[in-house]
């Protein structure tokens, strides 16, 4: 028989997803957390997971505080020890700010920056920093970053297919690195040196992978579609 069902209301509660832990896939222990809901990064907003700009999930890092900090993870241990020398960095991220200075794996001396300007790895202080001079991101677009040194201490940065490398050799080891996600300090809500935009892949090598950056580029390219 016909029935009829008349005079209801369906409803759709939009609900926020935050990364309050990023969990490192090394087995060494140096995982990245957030205890401060403010200060965590989205992973969904409106009740949809958050996309990258080729409609992969992400990790999405937002503007909080008065200036132009961001969300952040942190580690007291720092994913890479004082006395590294060889290491390589991958991201796929993207950025909706060019003004400086969007910080990410940032430590005591170390840190890579993805902008605002153009590309730099700070290995150990001012003194061991290598800045690019035509490596920038486009607002918005998801990028391969690469920051590479070998275990001659010459650091080279890529940008999707694009890379500079540096004229001469750092003269120290690196200090540590990785003790902040997205952020140069625990102050996110009062600088502005914070990331604002995504991070859909972020892996770091100890050692000289030089040889092997060609295969991991286009692995990840051929993923995310850059």
Do not use: W
């Not at 309050?20 to 403010?38: H, I, K, P, V």
């Not at 020398?85 to 909706?96: F, G, N, P």
């Not at 690019?132 to 486009?138: E, Q």
């Amino acid at each position: 028989s016909d029935f009829t069902i008349s005079n209801f209301r369906m409803s759709r509660i939009s609900r926020n997803g935050f990364v309050e832990r990023l969990y490192d896939q090394s087995d060494n222990g140096r995982d990245m957390a957030q205890t401060t809901a403010s200060d965590q990064p989205h992973i969904v907003e409106n009740g949809g997971i958050c996309k990258d700009s080729t409609n992969n999930p992400t990790v999405k890092y937002v503007n909080v505080g008065t200036n132009l900090g961001s969300t952040f993870l942190s580690t007291t241990a720092g994913a890479i020890s004082s006395g590294e020398t060889s290491l390589c960095y991958l991201t796929v991220a993207s950025i909706s700010t060019n003004v400086p200075t969007r910080q990410t794996f940032n430590g005591a001396g170390t840190d890579f920056s993805l902008g605002g300007t153009n590309l730099r790895l700070r290995y150990n202080g001012s003194a061991n920093t290598f800045t690019t001079s035509n490596l920038a991101m486009s607002l918005n677009t998801n990028h391969l970053v690469v920051a590479s040194v070998n275990s001659s201490k010459i650091c080279t940065l890529h940008l999707d297919d694009n890379s500079e490398t540096d004229t001469s050799a750092f003269t120290a080891n690196a200090t540590t690195l990785n003790q902040f996600l997205g952020e140069n300090s625990s102050s996110a809500n009062n600088d502005n040196l914070g990331l604002q935009g995504t991070m859909s892949e972020m892996i770091l090598y100890l050692g000289d992978k030089t040889n092997d950056i060609s295969d991991l580029q286009n692995d990840i390219n051929n993923f995310y579609n850059i």
